[in-house]
């Protein structure tokens, strides 16, 4: 049972580049969340999904694209990178919202 | 608006001593708490939760925590800190029927030998 996995663990992009962040569970859980972390700071939520095929906006969606097309994967895309986007990126999942998320590593992306 | 505060950036404490690290909240309804811990480069981890119940809830690594409606608080607490306990400690708040959590910016305990 591996958890939650990310991919890649780090990442440097140069301005306008763009890439996606591999988020997987194993756990069966509907729920999925795309966290960004930033120096100092909590967590701010881009996005989550309740289910496969039906996303929704977190707190600081701009710049970024989700897609939910199975249960196990929740990909976060990044098209035009800028460096306000340079931060630790987490993945979670959780049985419903009532019960614990479960986090994966994380993924550190740094745009220059 | 609803609102997570962690009040204290850092709390710092020797090892043996008791520790709390707080937490409140504003939020309509009746909400669900969380504590989670973060160690360096690493996700956050679960160390407890309240919905519904008894007050004081008790977790991982020992640590547990009171729900105080009347001052909308939920503390962690520890009777006893450990070096190893030194981490990033999150409180986070779900609330009405909303499907995602609020976190606090966070509060960095440093246990001192």
């Known amino acids: 049972n591996a958890g939650v996995t990310q991919t890649p663990k780090f990442r440097i992009l140069k301005i306008g580049q763009s890439m996606t962040l591999q988020c997987a569970q194993d756990m069966n859980h509907n729920y999925m969340y795309w966290y960004r972390q930033d120096p100092g700071m909590g967590l701010k939520l881009i996005y989550y999904?309740?289910?496969?095929?039906?996303?929704d906006k977190g707190e600081v969606p701009n710049g970024y694209n989700v897609s939910r097309s199975t249960t196990e994967d929740f990909p976060l895309r990044l098209e035009l990178a800028a460096p306000s986007q340079t931060s630790v990126y987490f993945c979670?999942?959780?049985?419903?919202?009532?019960?614990?998320?479960?986090f994966g590593p994380g993924t550190r992306l740094t745009v220059t | 608006a609803q609102s997570v505060a962690q009040p204290e950036d850092q709390v710092n404490v020797a090892e043996g001593n008791p520790l709390t690290v707080k937490c409140t909240y504003s939020?309509?309804?009746?909400?669900?708490l969380f504590w989670y811990v973060q160690y360096p480069n690493r996700g956050l981890q679960f160390l407890l939760k309240?919905?519904?119940?008894?007050?004081l809830v008790k977790g991982s690594y020992g640590f547990e925590a009171e729900f105080n409606k009347s001052q909308t608080s939920f503390h962690l607490k520890k009777p006893s800190a450990l070096v190893s306990d030194s981490a990033l400690y999150f409180c986070?708040?779900?609330?009405?029927?909303?499907?995602?959590?609020?976190f606090g910016a966070g509060t960095r305990l440093a246990v001192h030998p």
């Open positions: 999904s309740v289910g496969a095929g039906i996303t």
């Open positions: 979670a999942s959780s049985y419903s919202p009532q019960y614990e998320q479960y």
């Open positions: 986070a708040v779900r609330f009405g029927g909303y499907n995602k959590l609020i």
């Open positions: 309240y919905i519904t119940g008894d007050n």
């Open positions: 939020v309509s309804g009746n909400p669900y």
